[in-house]
């Protein structure tokens, strides 16, 4: 009886503490709750004011916030996810139970007889988390992805109802076959120490390899001028020309020679000074005795000056500004009634025009096709300018292109025979000159010399001794 009444005392202890730490729980819940700190062991209580935060700051908020609860709950979901591939809860009974119906065979080793173990690196290397891998968003991303989509389904539904004409179709276009890249996780691997060549022809093993050569630009195919290596001169500049040919190329030279005559005297005639403004003894007194002449007198009476018209302008501005007459309700009327009628006669002068236009359409028609003919042929010009332009030598540098001068012979300089021809002219030049014209290096000029020390002339000691 005495076991028995001890038992009950203290399953009642243990109701009563159960139900007291309850009643604190939803006390200490209550605004304005004074909490009481216990130690573990239930011997001492101590009294505690609890800390009042202000939880309007930002900096409170991980600091005085009790967040054990979610983090708890977070750590669940993931341990979920990393056992079962997602929540337990949405999974079905059959796949998280299986019916049991025995043990497993062992696969036995064919040489030994013995069961065959994984070896632990391999266990470590396996995969222990059922998470699906992410997914890289910014592969499948397009820019405009969506409005080309309802493009292309606008396009589409018009197509199924016939109302698109057969130019503005879509067509079918051949689906290119994606290439393959070395970064690809799912790539076929190969032993690049392997004597066999690798299967998969992948573009950056064929170019580390030296297999494939790098894929030269389209730009660097385009020659930068349709001008040949090497131009032939023309019949005239021939040993023995005939006369027509030979002519015809001092013609050439005689224009070339004008031009730049004629260049020469534009140049001095905009240089020359006009002898109008040449000092004459006139001028030059008049220079030498400016400011020893006394100058006019002024005027004796002030008042009549410039100073004393400023000053009454001043005293007529100080005074007291004009006001405007304030209109009558008559003239506001006939003011506001001549608006209306302006109004109204623009508007039937408008809708005038706009009927003898009607009457103008063959006039309109005609301009059309006049503008249309116009802007054709500048279409042609321009296309035929830049045609022009390919053959002449571009801007590269700081200096113009000159082209060089013609290797011309004068009639009586002209040699019967090869054994009695002189040579002329630089190849060196010509090549040089022939690369500047086709745009392949910039035109130059000699660098001039430029002594950085001045020269001493020293006489020596024998020279000295013979002086």
Do not use: C
Not at 91 to 111: N, R
Not at 299 to 309: F, H, L, R, S, Y
């Amino acid at each position: 009886v005495t076991i028995i009444h001890q038992a009950s005392h203290i399953i009642l202890l243990y109701v009563n503490m159960a139900a007291a730490r309850r009643h604190r729980r939803v006390a200490a819940s209550q605004p304005g709750f004074i909490p009481l700190k216990s130690d573990l062991d239930g011997k001492s209580l101590s009294i505690g004011r609890r800390k009042r935060v202000n939880k309007n700051k930002k900096k409170n908020w991980n600091k005085y916030s009790d967040i054990n609860d979610v983090e708890e709950f977070l750590d669940d979901v993931r341990l979920q996810e990393r056992a079962t591939g997602g929540l337990i809860a949405d999974k079905t009974d059959e796949s998280l139970f299986f019916v049991d119906t025995g043990t497993k065979e062992s696969v036995l080793e064919p040489e030994t007889g013995k069961k065959s173990k994984p070896l632990r690196i391999d266990l470590i290397l396996q995969p222990t988390s059922n998470v699906a891998p992410p997914k890289d968003i910014l592969a499948h991303q397009r820019p405009n992805a969506k409005k080309e989509r309802r493009i292309a389904q606008k396009i589409q539904k018009l197509t199924d109802m016939g109302v698109l004409p057969r130019r503005k179709r879509p067509q079918k276009v051949p689906v290119k076959e994606k290439p393959i890249i070395s970064k690809d996780p799912d790539r076929n691997f190969y032993d690049i120490w392997s004597a066999g060549s690798p299967e998969t022809a992948d573009p950056y093993y064929l170019e580390q390899t030296k297999k494939k050569l790098v894929k030269r630009p389209e730009k660097m195919n385009e020659k930068p001028s349709l001008l040949p290596a090497v131009e032939v001169i023309a019949p005239g500049g021939s040993y023995n020309p005939d006369f027509l040919s030979h002519q015809a190329l001092l013609l050439e030279a005689h224009e070339v020679e004008v031009t730049k005559l004629k260049a020469e005297t534009k140049l001095a005639r905009k240089l020359a000074v006009n002898k109008k403004e040449f000092a004459t003894q006139e001028t030059t007194f008049k220079e030498q005795i400016e400011g020893l002449v006394e100058e006019g007198e002024e005027p004796e009476n002030e008042t009549e000056g410039p100073e004393a018209v400023a000053d009454a302008d001043e005293d007529e501005a100080v005074g007291p500004t004009a006001q405007q007459e304030k209109k009558t309700e008559k003239q506001r009327k006939r003011e506001k009634d001549e608006r209306i009628k302006e109004l109204q006669k623009k508007a039937a002068r408008q809708m005038i025009d706009s009927r003898q236009q009607l009457f103008k359409l063959r006039s309109i028609e005609t301009e059309l096709k006049k503008r249309e003919q116009k802007t054709k042929m500048r279409q042609i010009k321009r296309k035929t300018q830049q045609e022009a332009q390919k053959t002449l030598p571009r801007r590269l540098g700081k200096l113009k292109f000159q082209a060089p001068d013609l290797d011309v012979q004068l009639s009586d300089e002209l040699a019967g025979s090869l054994r009695t021809l002189k040579p002329e002219g630089s190849v060196l030049k010509d090549r040089f000159k022939s690369l500047q014209k086709r745009n392949l290096i910039e035109p130059r000029e000699r660098a001039k010399f430029k002594r950085k020390h001045k020269l001493k002339y020293v006489e020596k000691r024998d020279f000295k001794e013979i002086k």
